[in-house]
């Protein structure tokens, strides 16, 4: 099973990025994590991070083109704002977990709403970088 972990914007600033919300560890700290898991499966982990939407959107269409078979996205700040990220996912039909560091649910106004949990497989918010953890576990049990 191919599975891509997918970020937006500003996670490469994990772990000096308001640590008061987002905590210590860095982005790579967690895909070192998520690949230890994985060693005990039959899975190839692919990550990718980027600032950029138009990016994030050509991962996605990457990842139906190599026949991947779920996604992890923590789509950060654009959890809010971005129809075309959501039209992707939709277009490739990939079943995806979607992550939130942060509760977003009790954050600001702006911040409650997700363009992504209606077509989500499962949601992982305010589980802090262990969200990326449970994700990956469900993704791999789901099969």
Do not use: W
Not at 3 to 22: M, S
Not at 102 to 123: G, M, W
Request: aromatic share 10%.
């Amino acid at each position: 099973m191919k599975i891509l972990v997918l970020n937006g914007p500003n996670l490469n600033l994990l772990g000096i990025r308001e640590e008061d919300v987002y905590g210590s560890e860095t982005l790579e700290e967690i895909e070192l994590k998520l690949k230890k898991i994985v060693e005990e499966s039959e899975c190839e982990l692919n990550f990718f991070q980027s600032n950029a939407e138009h990016e994030l959107i050509e991962a996605i269409h990457d990842a139906y083109k190599s026949n991947t078979n779920k996604i992890i996205f923590n789509p950060a700040g654009y959890t809010h704002t971005s129809v075309a990220l959501r039209d992707a996912l939709l277009a490739v039909k990939i079943p995806f977990f979607e992550v939130h560091i942060s509760d977003i649910e009790s954050r600001e106004d702006f911040r409650q709403k997700s363009y992504f949990s209606d077509i989500a497989k499962k949601v992982f918010s305010g589980h802090g970088t262990d969200g990326y953890t449970l994700a990956l576990k469900e993704a791999i049990k789901d099969k």
